[in-house]
């Protein structure tokens, strides 16, 4: 059992919940008919940071509705958690529970990235958005998307991006997100056949 291992196994949450507490929310509250917020996000439902016991609450499960997950160990699963713990300020996965199943039903990634650019100032990244599919239809992509954007901003990013596929346009758009000028239709990639299971880092 690797130390990292032994860090991550308690109950613990990869950031401090306080954090969404003092997030403002406020301004995005007219985007919800019905109103729910971050702090009262419907009934027997929770908006807080990933915790390290999610393996068993069926984080990965909802993650595969998104795409592929492939098979992550309990052990795989700490020790990645305990790695991003361990990158201060970098990695705010959140997720809604539903605190009557124990389980999470929707999940989003703030990436807070460092830059020199803009007076050595932060970026934040989208990703990995989800929302069990037995519960959409509800608000509740909003609510996650919209958690991130307030906390993004909350700590201080001089904006947030995103790449999606070309249907969820008209959502985030919804959700005040927009193409820069110049910028539309943009997203490139370079997929590497690499080894999935073995990293260099
Ligand atoms: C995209 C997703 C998170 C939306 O979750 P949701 O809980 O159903 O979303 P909401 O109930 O908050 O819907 C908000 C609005 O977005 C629209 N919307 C939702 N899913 C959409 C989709 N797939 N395509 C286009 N519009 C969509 C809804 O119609 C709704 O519009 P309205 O406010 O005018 O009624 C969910 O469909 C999902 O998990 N999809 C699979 C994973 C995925 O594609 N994630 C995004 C990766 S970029």
């Known amino acids: 059992m690797s130390g990292s291992y032994r860090r991550a196994s308690m109950d ?4 401090d919940p306080e954090i969404l507490r003092r997030a403002n929310f406020t301004k995005y509250m007219s985007k919800f008919n019905p109103r729910i917020s971050i ?17 068993d609450r069926g984080f990965l499960k909802l993650l595969s509705q998104l795409t592929k997950v492939g098979h992550v160990t309990r052990e795989q699963f700490h ?6 713990k361990e990158c201060k300020n970098t ?3 959140t997720v809604i529970e539903d605190t009557l199943l124990h389980e999470v039903i929707g999940a989003a990634t703030l990436v807070v990235e460092q830059k020199f650019l803009h007076d050595a ?3 934040g990244q989208l990703e990995d958005v989800v929302v069990n599919n037995t519960y959409r239809g509800k608000q509740l992509g909003k609510l996650i998307v919209l958690t991130i954007v307030a906390l993004a901003e909350h700590l201080g990013c001089y904006k947030i991006v995103l790449n999606c596929k ?3 346009i008209p959502f985030y758009k919804s959700l005040g997100y927009a193409f820069e000028p110049g910028q539309s239709n943009n997203a490139m990639t370079i997929r590497f056949n690499a080894p999935q299971f073995q990293s260099n880092l």
């Open 166 to 168: 070309d249907k969820l």
């Open 12 to 15: 613990e949450h990869l950031y």
């Open 91 to 93: 990695y705010f996965v």
């Open 39 to 55: 702090m009262n996000p419907g009934d027997n439902l929770l908006v807080r940071p990933l915790n390290s016991g999610d393996y």
């Open 121 to 123: 100032g932060i970026r």
């Open 79 to 84: 020790e990645r958690f305990a790695t991003m």
